[in-house]
């Protein structure tokens, strides 16, 4: 493994996400497969076929995440650079979600009101009708 210890969080986490894209692939050729006939059970074929991509897509995976020395490099740069950052406490996080919370809620109901406003002109106007 190269650089062994180093990048651990996002390799392992770029693993699993890898993992998980090639669960999905498999799931959705198993799909595909599931429909065909060519005369052996299609649940062994579908699920052989989801099987073998995800069998062939784990070592892709491995030398993407432990052996390539370009993406493993990538990778430590990236933890030791997040390790850098300031992250804001839980209290600014509280603050500012509610902030934005709060704020689209306003622009929600700001739509709301003119969308009801211009429906109104347009009823008063003829240009609408009133079931509408």
């Known amino acids: 493994m190269y650089k062994f210890g ?20 498999g799931l959705w050729l198993h799909d595909i497969f599931a ?5 052996i059970n299609p649940i062994y074929l579908s699920w052989g076929m989801g099987g073998l991509f995800v ?14 020395v370009t993406s493993v ?19 600014e996080v509280t603050s500012s979600t509610i902030i934005v919370i ?3 809620v306003v ?3 700001f739509c709301f009101v003119f969308d009801q406003a211009f ?3 347009f009823v008063q ?6 079931g509408t």
């Open 6 to 25: 180093q990048g651990y969080w996002t390799r392992v986490i770029s693993a699993t996400a890898g993992g998980v894209i090639a669960m999905l692939g």
């Open 35 to 39: 429909t065909v006939n060519w005369g």
């Open 55 to 68: 069998a062939l897509c784990c070592p892709f995976i491995y030398m993407l995440t432990a052996r390539n």
């Open 73 to 91: 490099d990538f990778m430590v740069a990236t933890e030791t650079e997040m390790k850098k950052v300031s992250w804001p406490t839980r209290r």
């Open 102 to 104: 709060f704020t689209s």
């Open 107 to 109: 622009i929600a109901l």
């Open 119 to 121: 429906f109104f002109l």
């Open 125 to 130: 106007l003829r240009v609408l009708e009133p």
